[in-house]
Antibody, heavy 124, light 110 residues
Framework: EVQLVESGGGLVQPGGSLRLSCAAS????????MNWVRQAPGKGLEWVSY????????YYADSVKGRFTISRDNAKNSLYLQMNSLRAEDTAVYYC?????????????????WGQGTMVTVSS | QSALTQPASVSGSPGQSITISCTGT?????????VSWYQQHPGKAPKLMIY???NRPSGVSNRFSGSKSGNTASLTISGLQAEDEADYYC??????????FGGGTKLTVL
């Protein structure tokens, strides 16, 4: 079964740090581009960060640039998000999401597999 | 990057068709055929329904269809069913090599 499982969320004080992990299974993780998307309580979706299959290309939303770092370990089938200088407005459920690919390996700008999410709460 | 504009809510009766709009700019929706749509039920992860404006992933009902005109994309659901009641989000690739979502639309099946 194709699956993404996030972990690492929790309660952290403003200014603190947290590292999220996303474990992939059921597909060739090293062939897929990956993303982090978040959703504040009762709010809409917000794209956070993208990483290419090799890890050589990375993008961030302006709201997290300079504070968050995305990375991956293809040998461990894992995606990470290091979050520093956390703010109250970073409070959200964080999802990892896989880029959609067709059978030929062509990648599309859409997210076809999502994890169940991990909650991050930034509060004193 | 500003969020794409969606109506806050739409409603329809079983069997009817509804359309949800998603308005952006020439830097996102209007500039690329990379609009996607997601369905999210309460407490669940989003599900990809449409990619590249009008393509359905395997397993998605053909009652769901997408289109685009200028800076506005649309999701149409025909033959509305009770299980279609959910939040729907559009998304687009942007000229800044980023991705932007719409604010979401709550679909109520009357």
């Amino acid at each position: 079964e194709v699956q993404l499982v996030e972990s690492g969320g929790g309660l952290v004080q403003p200014g603190g740090s947290l590292r999220l992990s996303c474990a992939a299974s059921g597909f060739t993780f090293s062939s897929y581009e990956m993303n982090w998307v978040r959703q504040a309580p009762g709010k809409g979706l917000e794209w956070v960060s993208y990483i290419s299959s090799s890890g050589s290309t990375i993008y961030y939303a302006d709201s997290v640039k300079g504070r968050f770092t995305i990375s991956r370990d293809n040998a461990k089938n894992s995606l990470y998000l290091q979050m520093n200088s956390l703010r109250a407005e970073d409070t959200a459920v964080y999802y990892c999401a896989r880029d959609h690919q067709d059978s030929s390996g062509w990648s599309y700008d859409a997210f076809d597999i999502w994890g169940q999410g991990t909650m991050v709460t930034v509060s004193s | 990057q500003s969020a794409l504009t969606q109506p806050a809510s739409v409603s329809g009766s079983p069997g009817q068709s509804i359309t949800i709009s998603c308005t952006g700019t020439s830097s996102d929706v209007g500039g690329y055929n990379y609009v996607s749509w997601y369905q999210q039920h309460p407490g669940k992860a989003p599900k990809l329904m449409i990619y590249d404006v009008s393509n359905r992933p395997s397993g998605v009902s053909n009652r769901f269809s997408g289109s685009k005109s200028g800076n506005t994309a649309s999701l149409t659901i025909s033959g509305l069913q009770a299980e279609d009641e959910a939040d729907y989000y559009c998304s687009s690739y942007t000229s800044s090599s980023l991705w932007v979502f719409g604010g979401g639309t709550k679909l109520t099946v009357l």
